[in-house]
């Protein structure tokens, strides 16, 4: 296993994460441990989960993610490195959710149980919430570091421009600021290099790159635009409508095509070189993976072992360019 800096910290995180959001639904208990077992082995010292978890489930389910990641680690919770994140919908009050301070210092302590730690490494908010004072947000998220609930703190799913002001309220204030991103990041989008990935490398967050296959697009199973699997992230719920709208398109269908023929001339499974291609892109620290079975993984980390020249590359730029939002294909 590779391992690099978090960031700007002096934390060492391996290069591949394995993300959670199936464990409790499409894989079960017995099966998400088979996972993190597989991981673990591997040299994974990563785990990335979120109160929310597992995606699109009701209130009373929710967290059921946190709970089994947290019976996974008994025993031996300093062997990793341990996110999650809040700020998202938990109950039907209206103080459920967001960033104010009320809904995330609840949101840790809540968390923090489920995972049965008293601290988690990292915390992260999981969206933007512009209804809050950002002031507000990072007061909060500085008590839940200085109380030592959480190590560091980072973001997913903000914008550029709400990450750097973030940033200046931090400096200004005297208060712990971000230190991680967490973008979605894949062959099939791309809109993230164009102002994100800069404003990171400016200022040393650490990017932690989620849906490197697309929801499994660019491991090339599924090649009928009208038929998706019913066990896949395609198939059914909310998490499908969601992977839908962001990849289930005649274009992203055409890319897959010429990009499973690209893996097959280098010799590479589809989904050990997506992986590949997002860990070989500058300012990148690590891709979260996921699955619903350990039998999926074994492609997908050797991805950290796999250089990539630069005529692989420059062809896969070339099949994937018209994902940067505003570039045009050629």
Known sequence: MQFARMGGTGLQVSRLC??????GAQADEAAAHAMLDACADAGVNFIDTADVYPLGARDADKGETERIVGRWLRGRRED???ATKGGSAMGPRPWDVGNSRKHLLAAIDASLHRLGTDYVDLYQLHRDDEATPLDETLEALDTIVRSGRARYVGVSNVSAWRIARAIGRAEALRLVRPVTVQPRYNLLFR???RDLLPMCRQEGLAVLCYNPLAGGLLT???RDLAAPDAASRYGGGQAA???KNRYWHEREFAAVTAFVEIAAQAGLAPARLAVA???AQPGVTCAIIGASRAEQLPDVLAA???PLDDALLASLHGISREFRLGDAPR
């Open 18 to 23: 394995l993300g959670t959001m199936t464990m």
């Open 80 to 82: 990793f490195v341990l």
């Open 191 to 193: 809109q993230f290099e």
């Open 220 to 222: 090339g199973k599924h």
């Open 241 to 243: 409508t969601m992977y």
């Open 277 to 279: 291609w997002v860990l």
């Open 304 to 306: 950290v072992q796999t």
